[in-house]
Every structure is written in C-alpha cells, then in structure tokens.
C-alpha cells in the first residue's frame, strides 16, 4: 500500500507540476500577476510566500491551479490576464496542454534509451536453425546479405523475409573478420521466414528520439480510438475514476520503474488531450470563448462566460464523484 501511494503521488506529482508549470512560465513571461502556484487540492501543507505568489502544496495529490489575476473575473489591473489580447491568453491556456505532451516525450525517450534499440548485432543464436547450423555466433554483426547492406534490424528481418526461403548468403564481421555464411532461411508460422537469431539492444541516444516519437504517436492515437468506440457505444475495457487510478498505478509499480514511467507518459498525453476538449472548465473551452473573441473582435462578457465555466465545473465534479463510487463498487 505504502508502495502504491508513493508512486501515485510521484507520478500526479510530476503531471501536474509540468501542466502547471506550462500556465505558470508562459504567464509570467507575459507580465501576469499571478497569486498562487498550488500544487493538489483542499487544504495546505505546506506554503511559501514568494515577491508576488503565494507557492502552496496541498493536502490532496489530484489536480493543481496557477491563480492568476483577472482570469475569472473582470480586472482593472495592466496586468491582468482578462487584459491581454487575444493571443497570449491563449498560448497561456494551451501551454499546460503542451507541456504534458513535453513531459510525456521525455519521458519516453528516458524509457527508450533505457531498454536499448534493436541492432543488426546478434543477441542470441537459437539451437536447431540455420543461423547456428551456418556459424553464425553471438555479437557477430550482420554488414550484408545476399551483398545488400545492412544498416538495422529491421534490415535484417525484411532481407530474411523477402528470401521467400532461398538460400541466402550472411556477411558478418566478427572482430577483425568479415565472414560469408550460406544458409537456407525456415519458413516461420504464419508467414515469412526466420534463420534463428534474435537482436542485441544497444543504447542510442538518436534511436531513442526515433522509437520515443513512434510511442507517443501510438498513445496520442490511442485515446481518439477510444473517443470513436465511446460515440458508438462500444467502448472496450472500463473508465475508472480516481480510486481505479490508484489501483492501476499500485499494480503497475511492483512491475518496475520503467514501467511506471510508461504509464505517467500515457496519462501525461491523456491528460493534456482531455484538457484541450472545448469543454467548458477545462483548458479547450476557455480556447474556445478565445477564439469566439479573435473572430467577433470584442470581449465576451465575462460574467456569462464565468457562469458557463462553472456549470461545466460542477458537471465535471459530478462526474468525478460518479466514477469515485463505481471505483469503490468494485472493490
């Protein structure tokens, strides 16, 4: 249990810092006066006064606010949020967005980097297949095959499949060697061939910006396949609240960091997506009152754009609530 709460903390700890922060850094670069920094809900734990801000950890490790003058309400202030044009607010307000997506690529990259790349170096040769059978020998580096060069694995696996189970001939450099091995791929079920080897994982840092961008457009995408199932009413799995959050996030820190970390850079990306729906309360809906005031050219009054905001604020609260009892149904 300790486990599990430390790693919840960690990970909402650090999504909502850098969403925050996103709000917190491009406001003050905008001459915002800015009240609070907090980082969770309900009550404080600890608090600092800065110059100008109040810098507040709260009691409750589900959320966070940057407190900035005049943004829900009108202010005489120069430098008040409801006092700059267009623009800047709205880079104000999709920058915690941003950040998310930051976070969560870098934290992929950290993954990536971690776990190493696959290599046209040779990790493993199987008993009983051709590559063993040939000579060919752990941490030989395959150059060619059939005299085309090979540059990476992947390389490698499409050379083999394209064989269409010719004998195929294997030039690899082992030490100061260069050998050439014949062999005759096997067919593997399915489709395709193999010749028995696996591939080493070698850390680089250029295949980790590679393999860390194909991973984020994979969650990216992830949950507009969801959005899809859910607007025809085929949702696969269960939505959890808060309470199924913990859980999963429980059960995920036994299996390793790297993991954990996986799993923050899903919910990094979810989040900054959810953020910019243009619902009202959350980042996307203020964009959208934005956007309506670029393109009429005037202010919208901000007495009814705070109340649309607040009835969105307490729909998504009921929401919440609704999913907290569902969660505690189920266990």
């Not at 009550?43 to 005049?70: D, H, W």
């Not at 607010?89 to 997506?101: H, K, S």
């Not at 980097?113 to 000579?135: L, Q, R, T």
């Amino acid at each position: 249990m300790f486990l599990t709460i430390i790693s919840f903390v960690f990970i909402f700890g650090m999504i909502v810092f850098a969403h925050e922060l996103g709000h917190f850094t491009t406001a003050k670069l905008n001459g915002i006066k800015i009240h609070e920094f907090a980082l969770g809900m309900g009550p404080v734990i600890l608090k600092k006064q800065g110059k100008e801000t109040l810098y507040s950890l709260r009691a409750l490790p589900i959320g966070g606010y940057v407190k900035m003058e005049g943004e829900d309400e009108d202010s005489d202030d120069p430098r008040s949020f409801s006092n700059k044009k267009p623009l800047p607010r709205l880079i104000i307000l999709a920058a915690g967005a941003i950040m998310n997506f930051i976070l969560a690529y870098v934290l992929l990259v950290i993954i990536m980097f971690g776990m190493g790349a696959p290599s046209n170096y040779v990790g493993d040769v199987i008993a009983d297949y051709p590559a063993i059978e040939a000579g060919i020998q752990v941490n030989d580096e395959i150059i060619a095959i059939d005299d085309q060069p090979i540059k990476s694995w992947d390389d490698v696996i499409a050379s083999i499949d394209g064989s269409d189970g010719k004998s195929i001939e294997v030039t690899v450099k082992r030490g100061n060697d260069t050998l050439n091995l014949s062999l005759t791929p096997k067919p593997k079920e399915g489709s395709g061939y193999q010749i028995g080897i696996q591939t080493k994982f070698v850390k680089k840092v250029d295949q980790a910006f590679v393999m860390a961008g194909r991973q984020f457009g994979t969650f990216f995408t992830d949950i507009f396949k969801f959005f899809t199932q859910l607007g025809r009413g085929n949702v696969q799995g269960d939505i959890v609240g808060p309470v199924g959050l913990v859980s999963i996030v429980g059960q995920v820190s036994k299996t390793g960091i790297m993991n954990l970390l996986l799993l923050a850079a899903y919910i990094s990306i979810n989040l900054g997506i959810v953020n910019l729906l243009p619902f009202p309360a959350l980042d996307g809906g203020r964009i959208i009152f934005v956007i309506i005031e670029m393109i009429k050219g005037k202010p919208i009054d901000r007495e009814k754009e705070g109340y649309v905001h607040f009835i969105g604020f307490a729909i998504l609260m009921a929401l919440m609530v609704f999913l907290v009892i569902r969660d505690v149904q189920r266990l």
